[in-house]
């Protein structure tokens, strides 16, 4: 089975639970050159109301990025959720982008290593001058 992706036809009545993991190559799908590798998981409760499903699910992990100011790589930790109501339109709900939407939105603006952590073969050229 293809990640985040739920086949509603063997989707009983009520809530469901569904765990995946997902790595580098999920987001390289996406065209994403910036994050560099990932370590993500997701638990998504889905609820079956009929013509409706909800998806509660929570994400949790790391990506790693390259830094903004000496290009390091650089692993920001992954904490984050999100909770939505479908009405699916054929025979599986995929919550592909909403995961990969929902992880880069909780990654900082400006992604660097904590005062000191920097290359400092890299930093010594931003200060000269």
């Known amino acids: 089975m293809q990640p985040f992706v739920v086949e509603l036809r063997t989707l009983r009545s009520g809530t469901s639970e569904?765990?995946?993991t997902a790595g580098r190559e999920f987001f390289e799908t996406f065209g994403n050159p910036?994050?560099?590798d990932a370590e993500i998981s997701v638990t998504a409760v889905v609820s079956n109301h009929g013509l409706t499903i909800g998806v509660k699910a929570a994400i949790a992990g790391s990506v790693t990025v390259p830094c903004d100011r000496c290009l390091d790589s650089l692993v920001i930790p992954v904490d984050t959720s999100f909770e939505e109501t479908y009405t699916p339109e054929s025979g599986v709900l995929d919550i592909?982008?909403?995961v990969y939407d929902f992880v880069l939105t909780s990654?900082?603006?400006v992604r660097v290593h904590p005062e000191?952590?920097?290359n400092s073969e890299t930093?010594?050229?931003l200060k000269e001058q």
């Open 116 to 118: 000191g952590g920097c």
């Open 123 to 125: 930093t010594k050229y």
């Open 107 to 109: 990654l900082p603006m």
């Open 96 to 98: 592909s982008q909403e």
């Open 34 to 36: 910036d994050l560099l």
């Open 18 to 20: 569904f765990s995946w």
